[in-house]
T-cell receptor, first 112, second 114 residues
Framework: QQQVKQSPQSLIVQKGGISIINCAYE??????FPWYQQFPGKGPALLIA?????SEKKEGRFTISFNKSAKQFSLHIMDSQPGDSATYFC???????????FGTGTRLTVIP | KAGVTQTPRYLIKTRGQQVTLSCSPI?????VSWYQQTPGQGLQFLFE???????NKGNFPGRFSGRQFSNSRSEMNVSTLELGDSALYLC?????????????FGSGTQLSVL
């Protein structure tokens, strides 16, 4: 059973546009929600992460929005660039159990 | 500071064989985790080692095992390989065991089982 559901599976955005990827979870014990970026031939790299005590976190062009009551969180990439073309994974974990449950990934393509 | 190093980068085996993958964490990192990545199942947690002890295990059969050495380096072993074991095996390290500590991934070992 997929503990973290991610959509869409793929996304094509024009350069300068906003990319939005959504995730949902069921386990209310999750208290750490990171987003990872993976380029072909590389391992995932942490992009940004959030705890459920805040509703939004911004780092540069990347923003996580978190809705605790709906058990949903999303990644917004502002001013998307061709260099952002990669696969993005949301994930969740419970404090004290440090294994991450990953979403199935979103392949983002930013066209010039 | 060198990143997480995994060897070999690519591996081809046949069904029934066994394989050992190696991981060198970032210097100073004591926790090493292993994940399996496949197109169908995505990224799935295999196990985590800290101070040479397995601390957490995912939902994989006993054919998957691992160990950690005193220098924090880790190995993962898969016995009696099956076609479905073909995957990218990722090693990740962090300083301690807190779930919210940054996890650093290696580039993985691509295993193909024929």
């Amino acid at each position: 059973q997929q503990q973290v559901k991610q959509s869409p599976q793929s996304l094509i955005v024009q350069k300068g546009g906003i990319s939005i990827i959504n995730c949902a979870y069921e386990n209310t014990a999750f208290d750490y929600f990171p987003w990872y970026q993976q380029f072909p031939g590389k391992g995932p790299a942490l992009l940004i992460a959030i705890r459920p005590d805040v509703s939004e976190k911004k780092e540069g062009r990347f923003t996580i929005s978190f809705n605790k009551s709906a058990k949903q969180f999303s990644l917004h990439i502002m001013d998307s660039q061709p260099g952002d073309s990669a696969t993005y994974f949301c994930a969740a974990s419970k404090d004290g159990a440090n294994n991450l449950f990953f979403g199935t990934g979103t392949r983002l393509t930013v066209i010039p | 500071k060198a990143g997480v190093t995994q060897t070999p980068r690519y591996l081809i085996k046949t069904r029934g064989q066994q394989v050992t993958l190696s991981c060198s964490p970032i210097s100073g990192h004591r926790s090493v985790s292993w994940y399996q990545q496949t197109p169908g199942q995505g990224l799935q947690f295999l196990f985590e080692y800290f101070s040479e002890t397995q601390r957490n295990k995912g939902n994989f059969p006993g054919r998957f095992s691992g160990r950690q050495f005193s220098n924090s380096r880790s190995e993962m072993n898969v016995s009696t390989l099956e076609l479905g074991d073909s995957a990218l095996y990722l090693c990740a390290s962090r300083i301690g065991r807190s779930g919210s500590e940054k996890l650093f991934f290696g580039s993985g070992t691509q295993l193909s089982v024929l």
